[in-house]
Nanobody
Framework: QVQLVESGGGLVQAGGSLRLSCAASGSFFRIDTMGWYRQAPGKQRDLVAAITSGGSTNYADSVKGRFTISRDNAKNTVYLQMNSLKPEDTAVYYC??????????????WGQGTQVTVSP
Protein backbone atom coordinates (compact mmCIF):
# COMPACT_ATOMS: atom_id res chain seq x y z
CA GLN A 1 0.00 0.00 0.00
CA VAL A 2 1.10 3.55 -0.71
CA GLN A 3 0.35 6.65 1.32
CA LEU A 4 0.64 10.24 0.12
CA VAL A 5 0.82 12.86 2.85
CA GLU A 6 0.43 16.51 1.93
CA SER A 7 1.40 19.60 3.86
CA GLY A 8 1.80 23.32 3.37
CA GLY A 9 -1.68 24.60 2.69
CA GLY A 10 -3.17 27.57 4.48
CA LEU A 11 -4.55 31.08 4.22
CA VAL A 12 -2.64 33.75 2.33
CA GLN A 13 -3.40 37.16 0.89
CA ALA A 14 -3.52 37.73 -2.84
CA GLY A 15 -0.02 38.14 -4.22
CA GLY A 16 1.45 35.92 -1.56
CA SER A 17 3.17 32.55 -1.79
CA LEU A 18 2.74 29.05 -0.43
CA ARG A 19 4.71 25.84 -0.87
CA LEU A 20 2.97 22.49 -0.85
CA SER A 21 4.75 19.21 -0.19
CA CYS A 22 3.64 15.64 -0.72
CA ALA A 23 5.63 12.67 0.53
CA ALA A 24 4.99 9.11 -0.60
CA SER A 25 5.62 6.14 1.64
CA GLY A 26 4.88 2.43 1.68
CA SER A 27 5.87 -0.56 -0.38
CA PHE A 28 6.52 0.02 -4.08
CA PHE A 29 9.19 -0.29 -6.77
CA ARG A 30 9.13 3.21 -8.17
CA ILE A 31 7.03 6.32 -8.68
CA ASP A 32 6.42 7.58 -12.19
CA THR A 33 4.52 10.81 -12.75
CA MET A 34 3.57 12.90 -9.72
CA GLY A 35 1.18 15.79 -9.87
CA TRP A 36 -1.02 18.31 -8.15
CA TYR A 37 -4.73 18.71 -8.79
CA ARG A 38 -7.18 21.13 -7.28
CA GLN A 39 -10.89 21.22 -6.70
CA ALA A 40 -12.88 24.31 -5.87
CA PRO A 41 -16.39 24.04 -4.36
CA GLY A 42 -18.88 22.95 -6.97
CA LYS A 43 -16.23 22.35 -9.60
CA GLN A 44 -14.44 19.31 -10.96
CA ARG A 45 -10.94 18.30 -9.95
CA ASP A 46 -8.44 19.70 -12.46
CA LEU A 47 -4.75 19.18 -13.09
CA VAL A 48 -2.55 22.01 -11.86
CA ALA A 49 0.90 20.63 -12.65
CA ALA A 50 2.66 17.33 -13.18
CA ILE A 51 6.24 16.11 -13.30
CA THR A 52 7.71 12.86 -14.59
CA SER A 53 10.45 10.90 -12.87
CA GLY A 54 12.84 12.41 -15.41
CA GLY A 55 11.82 15.95 -14.57
CA SER A 56 9.57 16.86 -17.49
CA THR A 57 6.78 19.16 -16.41
CA ASN A 58 3.47 20.46 -17.62
CA TYR A 59 1.19 23.10 -16.19
CA ALA A 60 -2.36 24.31 -16.48
CA ASP A 61 -2.46 27.54 -18.47
CA SER A 62 -3.92 29.37 -15.48
CA VAL A 63 -0.81 28.79 -13.35
CA LYS A 64 1.99 29.03 -15.89
CA GLY A 65 4.63 31.50 -14.79
CA ARG A 66 3.33 31.54 -11.21
CA PHE A 67 3.59 27.92 -9.98
CA THR A 68 6.59 25.63 -10.11
CA ILE A 69 6.47 21.88 -9.59
CA SER A 70 9.56 19.95 -8.54
CA ARG A 71 10.42 16.62 -6.96
CA ASP A 72 13.08 14.89 -4.93
CA ASN A 73 13.19 11.30 -6.13
CA ALA A 74 15.41 10.22 -3.25
CA LYS A 75 12.74 11.38 -0.80
CA ASN A 76 9.74 10.34 -2.94
CA THR A 77 8.46 13.88 -2.50
CA VAL A 78 6.86 16.37 -4.85
CA TYR A 79 6.58 20.09 -4.24
CA LEU A 80 4.44 22.90 -5.61
CA GLN A 81 5.76 26.41 -5.18
CA MET A 82 2.89 28.83 -5.66
CA ASN A 83 3.69 32.50 -6.17
CA SER A 84 1.54 35.51 -7.04
CA LEU A 85 -1.49 33.72 -5.68
CA LYS A 86 -4.93 34.87 -6.73
CA PRO A 87 -8.33 34.39 -5.05
CA GLU A 88 -9.27 32.07 -7.92
CA ASP A 89 -6.49 29.71 -6.80
CA THR A 90 -8.57 28.93 -3.71
CA ALA A 91 -9.29 25.20 -3.67
CA VAL A 92 -8.42 21.91 -2.05
CA TYR A 93 -5.15 20.74 -3.54
CA TYR A 94 -4.58 17.02 -4.01
CA CYS A 95 -1.34 15.19 -4.62
CA UNK A 96 -1.37 12.34 -7.14
CA UNK A 97 1.23 9.70 -7.94
CA UNK A 98 1.45 6.87 -10.46
CA UNK A 99 3.17 4.06 -8.60
CA UNK A 100 4.63 0.77 -9.80
CA UNK A 101 3.83 -1.67 -7.04
CA UNK A 102 3.15 -5.30 -6.33
CA UNK A 103 2.25 -7.34 -9.36
CA UNK A 104 4.23 -4.88 -11.50
CA UNK A 105 1.13 -2.79 -12.05
CA UNK A 106 0.97 0.98 -12.11
CA UNK A 107 -1.74 2.37 -9.87
CA UNK A 108 -2.78 5.94 -9.15
CA UNK A 109 -2.81 7.14 -5.56
CA TRP A 110 -4.21 10.31 -4.03
CA GLY A 111 -3.41 12.33 -0.97
CA GLN A 112 -6.03 13.49 1.47
CA GLY A 113 -6.02 17.05 0.18
CA THR A 114 -4.86 20.33 1.67
CA GLN A 115 -6.86 23.56 1.68
CA VAL A 116 -5.43 26.66 0.04
CA THR A 117 -7.36 29.86 0.59
CA VAL A 118 -6.35 33.14 -1.02
CA SER A 119 -8.03 36.25 0.32
CA PRO A 120 -8.51 39.35 -1.87
Amino acid sequence: QVQLVESGGGLVQAGGSLRLSCAASGSFFRIDTMGWYRQAPGKQRDLVAAITSGGSTNYADSVKGRFTISRDNAKNTVYLQMNSLKPEDTAVYYCNADVLGAGLRISAYWGQGTQVTVSP
